[in-house]
């Protein structure tokens, strides 16, 4: 019989205070920035933590004020600190990112300040070996692995010692062009693909990024063709205006060779794209962890968390599985709906 594990999901990545204009005020000329904590694998482990699992981040922190802040924020989230360490050289800092709205047709915008962090010191030795046993599933992103040779190194190993120990691997291309070219994406990305249990590539930076050619379901078919990845997710987003989205995805299960669709939401009312597609992932891997690895219901939680996360200012989710149950059941149904939740 399995032994339980302490955690339903880890994740590895890199923690980031966000500074943003209020409302639509513009970088170059507002007075006042607004503070936030977010972080791609922290908004994952957020909304699987919202709906019910055990989580916790894997990641290095400043020692100091801003450090706390981070941290505390991460347990206001229900996600666990344990796995947390922290840099008490002078030359500790925490990344950081600026983030402005758009109003068609001003598209949104964002300034990266986040190089030489402490993140790009963390180290596997860091950590006791008990960390590997510890965890259902593991989960980290192509945003760790660009920031630093150090954090490529840290967080391959990591896979690789996380899978020895019967964790699901989950990886989430998340492709930024300031970071990393695409060669050395895919490149790296390849090293890693074989230890993959759950991947998820946009269709866009799958003909980006791996040159891939084809309709969608071809696309993400032929990524199990050439790697032992057993579900492929890939999100299908539509930008009407900054402010008005519809979005879809779509799962395929390579064991037994069936792909998942539902109806997309439509004319999303965005208040805030930001951590939406990291939301999307936090509700797919609750269905699979949830569900016994059932993709309808991977899907189905995916897309709704995702949509919502829209309407939702910053980068964290904020949902818990009875909104996000009552959205689901919304969007299936035909008939009359009640304007307002009472």
Same mark, same amino acid.
């Given at each position: 019989?399995?032994?339980?594990?302490?955690?339903?999901?880890?994740?590895?990545?890199?923690?980031?205070?966000?500074?943003?204009?209020?409302?639509?005020?513009?970088?170059?000329?507002?007075?006042?920035?607004?503070?936030?904590?977010?972080?791609?694998?922290?908004?994952?482990?957020?909304?699987?933590?919202?709906?019910?699992?055990?989580?916790?981040?894997?990641?290095?922190?400043?020692? &100091?004020?801003?450090?706390?802040?981070?941290?505390?924020?991460?347990?206001?989230?229900?996600?666990?600190?344990?796995?947390?360490?922290?840099?008490?050289?002078?030359?500790?800092?925490?990344?950081?990112?600026?983030?402005? &709205?758009?109003?068609?047709?001003?598209?949104?915008?964002?300034?990266?300040?986040?190089?030489?962090?402490?993140?790009?010191?963390?180290?596997?030795?860091?950590?006791?070996?008990?960390?590997?046993?510890?965890?259902?599933?593991?989960?980290?992103?192509?945003?760790?692995?660009?920031?630093?040779?150090?954090?490529?190194?840290?967080?391959?190993?990591?896979?690789?010692?996380?899978?020895?120990?019967?964790?699901?691997?989950?990886?989430?291309?998340?492709?930024?062009? &300031?970071?990393?070219?695409?060669?050395?994406?895919?490149?790296?990305?390849?090293?890693?693909?074989?230890?993959?249990?759950?991947?998820?590539?946009?269709?866009?930076?799958?003909?980006?990024?791996?040159?891939?050619?084809?309709?969608?379901?071809?696309?993400?078919?032929?990524?199990?063709?050439?790697?032992?990845?057993?579900?492929?997710?890939?999100?299908?987003?539509?930008?009407?205006?900054?402010?008005?989205?519809?979005?879809?995805?779509?799962?395929?299960?390579?064991?037994?060779?069936?792909?998942?669709?539902?109806?997309?939401?439509?004319?999303?009312?965005?208040?805030?794209?930001?951590?939406?597609?990291?939301?999307?992932?936090?509700?797919?891997?609750?269905?699979?962890?949830?569900?016994?690895?059932?993709?309808?219901?991977?899907?189905?939680?995916?897309?709704?968390?995702?949509?919502?996360? &829209?309407?939702?200012?910053?980068?964290?989710?904020?949902?818990?599985?009875?909104?996000?149950?009552?959205?689901?059941?919304?969007?299936?149904?035909?008939?009359?709906?009640?304007?307002?939740?009472?």
């Amino acid at each position: 019989m399995e032994t339980k594990k302490e955690f339903d999901l880890l994740a590895l990545g890199e923690l980031l205070l966000r500074l943003s204009p209020p409302n639509n005020e513009r970088i170059v000329r507002g007075e006042t920035l607004q503070k936030q904590a977010g972080g791609a694998e922290l908004n994952v482990v957020s909304g699987v933590s919202l709906l019910g699992l055990r989580t916790g981040i894997i990641s290095k922190l400043p020692a &100091n004020d801003i450090g706390t802040y981070i941290k505390n924020r991460v347990r206001f989230c229900g996600v666990s600190d344990d796995y947390l360490v922290y840099d008490s050289e002078k030359d500790a800092r925490l990344g950081v990112y600026y983030y402005e &709205n758009g109003a068609y047709p001003r598209k949104p915008g964002i300034v990266y300040d986040r190089m030489y962090t402490s993140m790009t010191k963390i180290d596997v030795e860091d950590f006791d070996e008990s960390l590997f046993s510890s965890a259902r599933c593991f989960h980290t992103t192509g945003i760790t692995l660009a920031l630093s040779e150090k954090t490529r190194e840290t967080a391959i190993e990591m896979i690789k010692r996380f899978k020895q120990a019967g964790a699901m691997i989950s990886f989430d291309v998340n492709f930024r062009g &300031n970071l990393w070219t695409g060669e050395e994406a895919r490149a790296c990305i390849e090293r890693i693909l074989p230890y993959v249990d759950v991947f998820f590539c946009s269709e866009e930076t799958a003909r980006l990024t791996f040159g891939k050619e084809g309709d969608v379901r071809t696309i993400m078919k032929s990524f199990t063709e050439d790697y032992p990845i057993s579900i492929v997710a890939s999100t299908q987003r539509i930008v009407h205006s900054p402010k008005r989205h519809t979005f879809g995805s779509v799962i395929y299960n390579a064991k037994t060779n069936v792909y998942y669709e539902e109806e997309p939401y439509r004319d999303i009312e965005v208040v805030d794209r930001i951590g939406s597609g990291d939301a999307y992932i936090s509700g797919v891997l609750y269905g699979l962890l949830a569900h016994n690895g059932d993709c309808q219901k991977a899907l189905e939680y995916g897309n709704a968390t995702s949509s919502v996360k &829209n309407t939702i200012p910053g980068d964290l989710p904020s949902s818990d599985l009875r909104e996000i149950e009552r959205i689901i059941r919304a969007h299936k149904s035909t008939g009359r709906q009640s304007e307002m939740d009472r």
